[in-house]
């Protein structure tokens, strides 16, 4: 280790050598001298006569109009009466306004006040800004160390959480709602909910000062809120008496605001696969919200009687899954084996769990299956499922949310709509008619797994069919070119993309002017009417009269895919076709031309044959 250095010193412009100790010895003398110096400069500043005495100034202002503390009152003694400038500078000293410009000023209190505007008439930036006086005479001059806020920024408080995020219905609470942001004037809490139109404050809670979070009742008037979403707001004040909330606009929106800061208040649902069960097997069966024990059944769609029944008197507790929606309560499970005995359809699970009874369907594969492969859409009842899956208060679907998750519960704990307007009466009718059909859904076809389209001579889309992954549109579109036959029973369909996980549905896009076939159709509405044949080269209104209907919700045929003509059509009477045939490639399509097909079915005879005809051509 080298020795160290000797310090040096300047010696007419030169640096030369110092010995440690007369560098020590140096500074200290330094040292004693500044201090020394600067006792006598505090004792002359401490004798002097100050410039001003008791300067009071307003600790926050915002010169934002509202009425409240749009001022900042400046207030001060003045000993000794002098020429008197008053300027309100920032933070480096620079002045920003000048207040009072070398005005004549006797002995006693003055009072003055910044309205937030600089010089130029302009609102300067939010910081800390402080009051130099002028006296121009005595040639002194003293700013405060105490500055003026000057807020126009409204404060942003976020919400954290409301705990629990689900509560049962007619429960007595409670839930707690936390958040982050000012607390020197209490906040104040809304309880939304939505309704048509905006969402509606249904309660109003007053918070404590010093405090960030508030305990509500689960009660609306007295009286336990309803069943529903409820989304949660918060609005505080900075020491400006600005108001800010969380979400920043109110009412609150399903896009302001924020995951897991929503509450919903509901009865059990159910949970079950979406993808065809093999009679025999073991499925797994979801509870949420419900009690540790169930009773169940299992049958078909429309049947009197069971197929099979049990209870679960302990079923398994499991946490809900990310991709299931924070709105659906807390999940348990049991296992359900669908009798080996079932037949291929559709069959209804009742559960009966916390004292109420809640369904879902559950598709089979079993005996006795047929020819025609019926697709039951369960990506469309998935899409229109209104469940709030973030926890936000809001119910999410894909038309707005753009993605929700598979695995959700039905909400309300009840059949799907398209089940029980368009699904359910279509296999009720097969059944009655004593017509076998296998059966697949829409997610098992995109998800490649169950029977395919390809194998089966026909294939019929059981209701509205609006989303399709890409690779299920192009594996339909190969189908019917290479001889398959299809018909749709349901409305506005084949027009939409939509990506899919394994646990999610995502990325929809807006319907496009033609379907995955060619076909360009637009949905209509209109008065009650029925479809009268124009062209039935394929016999489909044989005995029938050529009139079926009526109907109010339509699918008007635009254009057909080029190089095709309609081989049967009807129309409500003014130019364009509703139902209509034709042949695509070596397949053929068959477009009924009505969402509201299938609920005729129990009405209307002809219907039913016109239906029966389309079953054959199908199956064959």
Known sequence: M???????RSRRGYLVPVSSGALARAVFVLLVLATVAAFFVTQRLKSGQPVVKRLALQRYFSPNGDGRKD????????????????????????????????????????????????DDGTVPPDGTYYVRVTLRRQ???????????????????????VTPS????????????????????????????KGPGPAKRLATLVGDRQTHSIRWDAQVGGRPAPAGEYAVSVTVQNR?????????????????????????IGGPTL??????????????????????????????????????????????????????AAGAGPRRAFALRVPGKARTGLYVLTVAAGGKAVRTPLVVRGRGGGAVLVVIPTLDWQAVN???????????????????????????????????????????????????????????????????????????????????TPALAAELTAYVHAGGHVASFGGDSLRRRVSLTNTALSAPTAPSAQNVLGESTVPARGPQASLAASVDDLGLFAGTGGVVGPFTVFDESVRLPAGTRALSAAARGHGRSELVAYRLGRGLVIRLGTPQWAAALGTSAAVGEVTKRTWALLSH
Do not use: C
């Open 386 to 468: 209104a469940l709030d899956d973030d926890g936000n208060g809001f119910p999410d679907t894909l038309y707005a949310a753009r993605s929700v998750p598979l695995a959700r519960p039905f909400a309300g704990g009840v059949l799907p709509p398209g089940l029980t307007a368009q699904v359910g009466p279509l296999l009720r009718f097969l059944d009655r008619s004593g017509i076998r059909y296998d059966v697949t859904t829409d997610l098992a076809l995109a998800l490649g797994r169950g029977p395919r389209l390809a194998g089966h001579p026909g294939v019929a889309l059981a209701g509205d069919e609006p989303w399709l």
């Open 71 to 118: 001022r900042a009152r400046i207030s001060f003694f003045l000993p000794k009466g002098d020429l008197v400038t008053v300027d309100v500078v920032d933070a480096e000293g620079d002045r920003v306004r000048r207040l009072v410009d070398g005005r004549s000023l006797r002995r006693g209190r003055h009072v003055y006040n910044w309205d937030g505007r600089a």
């Open 271 to 324: 949970g079950a696969p979406l993808e065809p069960v093999r009679a025999g097997a073991i499925t797994t069966v979801a509870v949420y919200g419900g009690a540790a024990g169930v009773r169940w059944r299992l049958a078909r769609l429309g049947a009197a009687h069971p197929v099979a029944r049990g209870h679960a008197d302990s079923m398994v507790p499991a946490g809900s899954p990310a991709a299931v």
């Open 139 to 161: 040639g002194r001059a003293a700013t405060g160390v105490r500055g003026i806020e000057l807020v126009t920024e409204p404060p942003h408080p976020r919400l954290i959480a």
């Open 166 to 193: 689900w509560l049962p219905a007619r429960s007595a609470g409670p839930v707690t709602i936390r958040y982050t942001g000012p607390s020197a004037v209490p906040p104040v809490y809304g309880i939304w909910r």
């Open 2 to 8: 080298s020795p160290r250095a000797p310090a040096l």
């Open 240 to 264: 400006a008496l600005i108001a800010g909330s969380a979400p920043r606009r109110l009412p609150p929106t399903a896009t302001g605001s924020a995951p897991h800061t929503g509450l919903t």
